[in-house]
């Protein structure tokens, strides 16, 4: 079975406390930056995805040090009736929202889980994308314009319907393609709008919360795969 899994991505790549343990004093300084001032830097992101990586080495998932996102999708890769394994044909998305800050981490993020967890064997793309794992944003989604995030929030629909498409008509998708929308990072505001398309698209919902060591399940309207998440 291959399994689409769409994680948003918030900031915890940034603030999380491994950040001010990091010794390279630029790295650090620009992880730290204000969002107000803060320039998406694709050599600083893949320097601190290998911080990430080496955090997770000597951590692993325990004391919520990893991002949110690393943290969630480890135990997501653990769930026995997804039966996740490598070149199975299973996508990994995060998607981000429109800022500079949301996108720098939904890169980090991204390197980091394909060093950690190796889902697949492609050779990735200058930025680090493949059609495995690949990062995108929600165009316009950021929390400085009220009446605007509602209509970007609202844009989640198509962009998950588009992720499902290129999935179910990919090559090495199994005959038993299955989704995932992992909500544990992003804008809280993000979930009502999350939980409606999940219902739309049939799609269950995983999250995590902070240092607990187990993933909530929400069950769309109509679940077809039994992931052991609590009946509504």
Known sequence: MSTLVLSTVGTTALTNPYVDAITTGALRRWAK?????????AAQECALAREIVRVWKIVGVKGA???????????ILKIPQLAIQKNDGSRFVFI????????SCAH???L????IFGTCSCIPGPDGDCP????????ELQHRKAEDFARAAGGLLELIQGEWRR?????DTSDQPWGLF?????YKGVVPFATECCNICDLPMAYIYEESEHLVFKAPRRATVDLNYPTP
């Open 132 to 139: 495995h794992i690949r990062r995108t944003h929600l165009p």
């Open 112 to 115: 980091a889980f394909r060093e």
């Open 108 to 110: 980090a993020d991204m």
């Open 167 to 171: 999935f179910a008509g990919a090559p």
């Open 182 to 186: 992992n909500i544990t990072g992003g």
């Open 33 to 41: 930056e204000d969002e107000r001032r803060f320039v998406e830097n």
């Open 65 to 75: 040090q990893v991002p949110a996102e690393i943290g969630s999708l480890a135990r």
């Open 96 to 103: 981000a929202s429109d800022t500079a800050v949301g996108k």
